[in-house]
Nanobody, 121 residues
Framework: QVQLVESGGGLVQPGGSLRLSCAAS????????MTWYRQAPGKQRELVAT???????NYADSVKGRFTISRDNANNTVYLQMNSLKPEDTATYYC???????????????WGQGTQVTVSS
């Protein structure tokens, strides 16, 4: 089993910055892509940014140029640096990854519990 724990959410004014972290722990043989999603009230969950184990990143158009995803493979942690935040970035942010517990086990998807980001003056 793999546990994902997010942190770093909070209340910030428009134009401000936050840095989210998501640490994976437990029985981990390998971790593949790590992804941030977000879900605002009444809306579907949407992909924000994803990064491969090799460091290749992709972003939703709505956050390109403002958000940066990175990862620390040694510590199984993914980060999301969010700059120039807008009220429409308000959502619960979730971390997702796919991991293998042993060399012979199946690849399984995991989700964190979410961290709230509120952008408001």
């Amino acid at each position: 089993q793999v546990q994902l724990v997010e942190s770093g959410g909070g209340l910030v004014q428009p134009g401000g910055s936050l840095r989210l972290s998501c640490a994976a722990s437990g029985s981990i043989f390998s971790i593949y892509a790590m992804t941030w999603y977000r879900q605002a009230p009444g809306k579907q969950r949407e992909l924000v940014a994803t990064i491969t184990s090799g460091g290749r990143a992709n972003y939703a158009d709505s956050v390109k140029g403002r958000f940066t995803i990175s990862r620390d493979n040694a510590n199984n942690t993914v980060y999301l640096q969010m700059n120039s935040l807008k009220p429409e970035d308000t959502a619960t942010y979730y971390c997702n990854t796919y991991a293998r517990a042993t060399s012979t086990s199946n690849v399984v998807g995991y989700w964190g519990q979410g961290t709230q980001v509120t952008v408001s003056s």
